[in-house]
């Protein structure tokens, strides 16, 4: 802003130039003098110039404060704008952090789930496997107890066969012995199973 000021001199060279014309007449004719209108003039000359230097002044300073109060508003409004920014970049930056933390315990959670699913898996599994060996050990025991039973029940029926004849009419007719204990031995797998009785 350029702000125009009329120096005091200006009033002085205008004070000058008002009384310079008396002067030269005064001068010319020896005794001539400077009237009260000239004087009226000169002052009224001088006071609006004065009155337009203040007037200017005046304008200047309006003009100053206007344009010192505009910069200030947009000052004010570019601090504001700065702040505004400042604080949407810090709440875009909240939720990015927030829905990172959310995917982070999504994929936390799913892996957790995954590994329980798996160790539930493996504890079925297992589970299963042990009750099949312990189906099997079972069985097992279970067809042992079958043959000794047959093999008990073939020996006892073996015995009695023998004790029929008597010891000595078995050991004379061995044949008739192999038959009845054959025939002993066949109602003892019959009764058990060919499969339970081993040879």
Known sequence: ?????????????????????????????GHATLSGEDLTAASERIRQTGAKMREDLRKARAHLDAQKAQDETEKARLAA??????AERQH???LERQQALKEKQQREAQLATQERMRKEA??????????????????????AAREQAARTRAAEALKDARASVGIRAFGDDRQAARTRAAEALKKARESTGVRAFGE
């Open 122 to 143: 493996a504890a079925r599994a297992e589970q299963q496997a042990e009750r099949q060996r312990q189906d099997a050990l079972t069985a097992k025991q279970q067809e």
């Open 92 to 94: 875009q930056e909240e």
């Open 81 to 86: 704008e700065k702040t505004r920014q400042a």
């Open 1 to 29: 802003m350029k702000l125009y000021f009329v120096p005091h001199i200006t009033v002085l060279l205008m004070a000058c130039s008002v009384s310079a014309p008396v002067q030269a007449a005064d001068t010319e004719s």
